[in-house]
T-cell receptor, first 114, second 108 residues
Framework: EAQVTQNPRYLITVTGKKLTVTCSQN?????MSWYRQDPGLGLRQIYY???????DKGDVPEGYKVSRKEKRNFPLILESPSPNQTSLYFC?????????????FGPGTRLTVL | KNEVEQSPQNLTAQEGEFITINCSYS?????LHWLQQHPGGGIVSLFM???GKKKHGRLIATINIQEKHSSLHITASHPRDSAVYIC??????????FGTGTSLTVIP
């Protein structure tokens, strides 16, 4: 089954404790992206990657890191989480070369930073 | 700065009504996407448009590139259409920008 998986789905942590949210896709997609969703602000792009070893900042990259060492994986790293990073996070992937080019979204990770 | 504006923010309709959600954007785009988010939180892609019109079942999406405007129409609305509909644009630089969503409730 074609899918994007994220882990963990729910996470409660404390300020300053480094964490990683994993994202993996099994569709051989080149484009992968991380978004956060906040009430009243909607979805905002954090980082995206056009291919292996190619990453770019989105609208709200501060406080986040990413890496793309393999095509299927695109982890989101919070080196020193703060309460303003409490949010719902989505990973997504797509194949820019395809005519339809729809994005496939993961199920979301709800992060609470105390 | 709001690169993407959607209207209305909230919409309540009776079952069977024709529904229109509008999206305007201010950046140059390579594509526009319509997404659906159900109360459980999952997001699915409904349409990707770069020109013209697309139809899938009771859903129709149109885009006017010159006017930087897109509409999502739902014909013969049904309670299962109740969800948040999100307009997203992919810029020429491959970055995505999103509207804040339209919350649709269809009453039986």
């Amino acid at each position: 089954e074609a899918q994007v998986t994220q882990n963990p789905r729910y996470l409660i942590t404390v300020t300053g404790k480094k964490l990683t949210v994993t994202c993996s896709q099994n569709m051989n997609h080149e484009y992968m992206s991380w978004y956060r969703q906040d009430p009243g602000l909607g979805l905002r792009q954090i980082y995206y990657s056009m291919n292996v070893e190619v990453t770019d900042k989105g609208d709200v990259p501060e406080g986040y890191k990413v890496s793309r060492k393999e095509k299927r994986n695109f982890p989101l790293i919070l080196e020193s989480p703060s309460p303003n990073q409490t949010s719902l996070y989505f990973c997504a992937s797509s194949h820019p070369g395809l005519a339809h080019n729809e994005q496939f979204f993961g199920p979301g990770t709800r992060l609470t930073v105390l | 700065k709001n690169e993407v504006e959607q209207s209305p923010q909230n919409l309540t309709a009776q079952e069977g009504e024709f529904i229109t959600i509008n999206c305007s954007y201010s950046v140059g785009i390579s594509a526009l996407h319509w997404l659906q988010q159900h109360p459980g939180g999952g997001i699915v892609s409904l349409f990707m448009l770069s020109s013209g019109k697309k139809k899938h079942g009771r859903l129709i999406a149109t885009i006017n590139i010159q006017e930087k405007h897109s509409s999502l129409h739902i014909t013969a609305s049904h309670p299962r259409d109740s969800a948040v509909y999100i307009c997203a644009v992919k810029s020429m630089g491959n970055q995505f920008y999103f509207g804040t969503g339209t919350s649709l409730t269809v009453i039986p």
